[in-house]
T-cell receptor
Framework: GAVVSQHPSRVICKSGTSVKIECRSL??????MFWYRQFPKKSLMLMAT?????????EQGVEKDKFLINHASLTLSTLTVTSAHPEDSSFYIC????????????FGNGTRLTVT | QKEVEQDPGPLSVPEGAIVSLNCTYS??????FMWYRQYSRKGPELLMY????GNKEDGRFTAQVDKSSKYISLFIRDSQPSDSATYLC?????????????FGRGTSLIVHP
């Protein structure tokens, strides 16, 4: 159980274009999902908390107009990187938890974004 | 000082060795402690989840928490080449009704045949 599916696993786009990443909870409902960014040899950096039916909560320093999050259903959250630039190239990972707020997070397999 | 400190390694061991991975932390409010395994180009996979001080065992894995020393460990017995991965520790405290984990930077483990 607790499978989180993320697509695409890899995407290459040109500078200035937008990219959408999907995160689905396959066998459970997730009112809250979390989007992380990971740099090589660095810890996971929480970007935002995605709340079903309401606005996402962004961490300090994360541009909400650049990283658009939509959580339209209990099983799907999307992250759109708008007007991507090479510095946005990174590994983006979503996660969700089953049950109570103190239960651990389960992660998707990540999306490797390369902006050329 | 970072909230969670973890040596990035790499830690290289022969197959069959006992591996010890460790994290220290500074926030005494942390209540939940987790270990994740992350293979290259994949998302983290939950290995162990503990609440209190003490030991928790699951197969070849043992998680140990010492809250008084603010120190957690993950032991891997009879290590296998397939255990080669990055191991992330994580810990969380209640904040506004939610528990958002803070991650270490991960330790790269290499188990060679």
């Amino acid at each position: 159980g607790a499978v989180v599916s993320q697509h695409p696993s890899r995407v290459i786009c040109k500078s200035g274009t937008s990219v959408k990443i999907e995160c689905r909870s396959l066998d459970f409902q997730a009112t809250t999902m979390f989007w992380y960014r990971q740099f090589p040899k660095k810890s996971l950096m929480l970007m935002a908390t995605s709340n079903e039916g309401s606005k996402a909560t962004y961490e300090q320093g994360v541009e909400k107009d650049k990283f658009l999050i939509n959580h339209a259903s209990l099983t799907l959250s999307t992250l759109t990187v708008t007007s991507a630039h090479p510095e946005d190239s990174s590994f983006y990972i979503c996660s969700a938890r089953v049950g109570q707020g103190d239960s651990p997070l389960h992660f998707g397999n990540g999306t490797r974004l390369t902006v050329t | 000082q970072k909230e969670v400190e973890q040596d990035p390694g790499p830690l290289s061991v022969p197959e069959g060795a006992i591996v010890s991975l460790n994290c220290t932390y500074s926030n005494s409010a942390f209540q939940y402690f987790m270990w994740y395994r992350q293979y290259s180009r994949k998302g983290p996979e939950l290995l162990m989840y503990t609440y209190s001080s003490g030991n928790k065992e699951d197969g070849r894995f043992t998680a140990q928490v010492d809250k008084s020393s603010k120190y957690i460990s993950l032991f891997i017995r009879d290590s296998q080449p397939s255990d080669s991965a990055t191991y992330l520790c994580a810990m969380s405290a209640e904040s506004g009704g939610s528990y958002i984990p803070t991650f270490g930077r991960g330790t790269s483990l290499i188990v060679h045949p």
